[in-house]
């Protein structure tokens, strides 16, 4: 403990397993009044929680004020400032964390880059699910799968419904869908599928998709197929049959009508180099 109360417990991983999501740093602290980081810019993504107190966050130039029951994201490279309040200075929960499945999993919550600040609706729940990150601590490869896995909890909470509104809701489903479609699209999915994992219905996420990407979720998974194909096409030796079912087409045929449509040449085509610039 140090004076006024002011405390910090944390632990920071000096070699970082290699999975999918692996935890860096995690920790609890009651800052002293006008305690803050940067400007600077972090290697992984950061997650804060704040319990009490009140402190301010700066992304790219626009200040936050947070409270009690906020939480904030820092994304690896960006310049942030962050500083407890003089008067009321926060208490706030911490994890730092990276891997390939980190920002897939990110893409399904609230945050953007636009909206690096949230109030989640877990609330205690989220605190629990860090403090429980922070037990499961330590330097051999078991305790890096368990914090690991306490980490999906706490994003797990982080995606649940957060009572948006509007164009905020609608980019979020789009980025839910489409996140499943990028996971899923080298087999047979259906439109249902994917608006199941976004939490919405089919028509929800018609309206979803047309307003962040433009264009409806079918439209949206032929294209990211066509896109995967034309990197088998131009990097594969795979046959153009074979790049079809790759990439979730069953009909060979139509993969060769779908592919024409998206780049106006068939396989055969574009893999002899008649490629779109």
């Keep these: 403990m140090g004076m006024g109360g002011d405390f ?8 970082r397993a290699e999975l999918a999501l692996t935890v860096y740093n995690v920790g609890f602290q009651k800052c002293p009044s006008g305690y803050g980081w940067g400007p600077g810019v972090r290697d992984h993504f950061l997650i804060h929680y704040v319990v009490s107190g009140k402190g301010i966050y700066d992304n790219g130039g626009r200040t936050f004020v947070l409270q009690k029951g906020e939480t904030f994201l820092v994304r ?19 994890v730092g964390f990276s891997g390939p499945a980190a920002a897939l999993l990110l ?3 609230p945050f953007t880059r636009q909206h690096p600040v949230l109030r989640p609706a877990a609330g205690e729940r989220l605190r629990q699910a860090l ?19 306490y980490l999906q909890a706490a994003l797990g909470l982080l995606m649940e419904p957060q ?3 509007g164009e905020e809701a609608l980019s979020l489903y789009a980025r839910r869908g489409s996140a499943y479609m990028q996971q899923n699209y080298s087999r047979s999915i259906s ?13 929800c996420l018609y309206r979803a998709f047309r307003a962040e990407f433009g264009c409806s979720p079918s439209a949206y998974l032929t294209r ?10 131009r990097y ?7 790049v079809a079912a790759s990439v979730g087409f069953e009909d060979r045929l139509y993969f060769s009508r779908a592919f024409r449509r998206e780049t106006g040449y068939s396989p055969t085509e574009y893999r002899n180099g008649r490629q779109l610039p």
């Excluded at 400032?81 to 200075?89: K, L, V």
């Excluded at 990211?224 to 096409?233: E, S």
């Design 107 to 109: 893409a399904q919550t």
């Design 191 to 203: 439109v249902e599928e994917a608006a199941r994992q976004a939490g919405v219905s089919r028509s």
């Design 8 to 15: 910090k417990h944390s632990f920071k991983i000096e070699e």
């Design 224 to 233: 990211y197929r066509i896109q995967r194909a034309c990197q088998l096409l």
């Design 76 to 94: 690896p490279e960006e310049i942030v400032y962050y500083r407890a309040d003089e008067e009321e200075p926060w208490e706030y929960y911490w």
């Design 236 to 242: 594969s030796g795979l046959s153009v049959g074979e």
């Design 163 to 165: 009572g948006e509104r």
């Design 131 to 149: 403090l429980d990150i922070y037990k499961a601590r330590g330097t051999d490869y078991p305790s890096a799968v368990r914090m690991a896995g």
